[in-house]
């Protein structure tokens, strides 16, 4: 894509980009001395890692593999820890696995856990994480210790630059972003973007690695939309595609694959693309900073990324339709039996939504619902309504927010807030946090059970 030019049209909105209120409650866990050394300790191990050049000694688990196995067994005997696995392939694994259906973390993850101590620690740290932010564990956080075992095992395996490194970073990552500000998430995505770069590894990478990959690219885009316009994907979206690939080669690129999987990660580019021009256009006219950004330059690269927006919705597999819409107030039921497709049809509307707001004045679209905000809104609500798969609820809070923020009336606002909180129940993410960024957009604090919410949560059950 063409570099984005020097001059807007119009100021950006306040409402697409008000700066979010920090209201998140922690637990005792994130304020832990032992978690802070621990985590600033993986840091560090990770970007000596990712600075390196080559591996240091040839990775040689063969020799040691009864001892893992016997180690993995004494693991799993100990406390609730065959429990927390039981929870991570149940409860946790299909939030990682939402655009894959081939399962790596529930199947092929767990599976060489049996070998791997350190990835066996890591899968029982996220799984216990997840069951302590839930309340089912409220004094202790033998998450810690599993989180910190993990750490131990993993020194040794970093050296030797094994495609399992990869996947334990990730999944340490996502423990650790479950128990931070979500204003915090790009530190922590930081030293995993580092492993990608250093790694060479990309979306179309294939096998374990590649599943890897996308399961970060959705927490990067995450933080771009948390960023509000400012910043945005760590890993920038042109790595995401195979060296010297160009932007303008990527729609047939993701099309080859002919997968319903790879469709869905391309929403995820897309959405990403419109996080990286709306931070080139923010930062030249907020912050003024000399980008090289022409005005012809961003209304072509606008227009580019419309038409690909539209050209995903219309060139969808079928797999990734809705089985059925149904119009109903206040938002419609929108039905999908795929797992990606909750989330990549959400992350579509969410996309253009983002362009909508950010429209050059020269463009003018066809009258049509996708050219209506407000349309895309509703419908962004009406999918994470309908379909109750965790996973996709959890990927649902940002767009959920970008949504909110165009919505007019206290019904839909009620309805809004008993989701938002619902999933932070259902899933342990942190998620309330953002009902107070909605209120302020919206002017008012939402009090009570209304009945639109008392119905989300019939809905989501």
């Not at 693991?75 to 894959?100: C, H, I, T």
Request: hydrophobic share 40%; net charge neutral; proline share 6%.
């Amino acid at each position: 894509m063409a570099q984005c030019g020097p001059r807007w049209t119009r100021r950006l909105d306040p409402l697409l980009f008000s700066t979010p209120t920090p209201n998140w409650i922690l637990d005792e866990f994130a304020h832990d001395p032992g978690y802070l050394a621990s985590r600033e300790e993986l840091r560090t191990l990770i970007f000596s890692t990712a600075q390196s050049a080559a591996p240091t000694r040839e990775a040689s688990p063969a020799a040691d593999a009864d001892a893992a196995r016997i180690q993995t067994s004494q693991v799993l005997s100990l406390g609730r820890r065959l429990e927390y696995l039981k929870n991570y392939v149940g409860q946790v694994a299909p939030w990682l696995d939402m655009f894959d259906s081939d399962r790596t973390f529930g199947i092929q993850l767990p599976a060489l856990a049996r070998h791997s101590p350190a990835l066996l620690y890591a899968i029982l740290a996220l799984s216990a994480r997840q069951m302590e932010r839930k309340g089912a564990e409220k004094e202790s956080f033998e998450s810690l210790e599993l989180y910190q075992g993990a750490i131990r095992l993993l020194t040794p395996m970093l050296q030797a630059r094994g495609e399992q490194v990869i996947a334990i970073c990730v999944i340490l990552c996502c423990m650790e972003m479950m128990s931070a500000s979500g204003h915090d998430w790009r530190r922590h995505l930081e030293g995993c973007a580092a492993l990608f770069d250093a790694f060479g590894v990309n979306g179309f990478s294939g096998g374990l690695l590649q599943a890897v990959f996308w399961c970060y690219a959705r927490m990067d885009l995450c933080s771009a939309l948390i960023s509000d316009g400012m910043q945005g994907t760590l890993f920038r979206p042109s790595k995401w595609l195979p060296p010297n690939v160009p932007y303008a080669e990527s729609r047939s690129l993701f099309s080859a694959s002919r997968n319903p999987d790879m469709h869905a990660n391309h929403a995820v580019y897309l959405c990403a693309q419109a996080c990286e021009l709306i931070c080139d256009r923010t930062r030249f006219v907020e912050l003024g900073e000399s980008n090289g950004c022409t005005q012809a330059s961003f209304v072509t690269r606008w227009q580019h990324l419309w038409d690909d927006l539209q050209d995903w919705l219309s060139s969808r597999p079928r797999d990734l339709v809705p089985l059925q819409t149904v119009d109903a107030k206040p938002f419609p039921h929108i039905f999908f039996v795929h797992w990606a497709a909750i989330s990549s049809n959400q992350l579509h509307h969410t996309a253009c939504i983002l362009l909508l707001g950010t429209m050059p004045k020269p463009l003018k679209l066809p009258r049509a619902p996708s050219s209506s905000a407000a349309w895309h809104a509703k419908r962004i609500c009406g999918i994470s309504l309908t379909n109750p798969h965790q996973g996709c609820l959890n990927n649902a809070i940002q767009p959920l927010w970008v949504a909110g923020r165009l919505l007019s009336h206290k019904a839909e606002h009620a309805v809004v807030v008993k989701l938002i909180r619902s999933i932070e129940a259902m899933t342990g993410w942190g998620t309330c946090w953002r009902i107070s960024d909605l209120e302020e957009a919206w002017g008012y604090k939402v009090h009570g059970s209304r009945a639109a919410a008392a119905d989300t949560a019939v809905r989501l059950h």
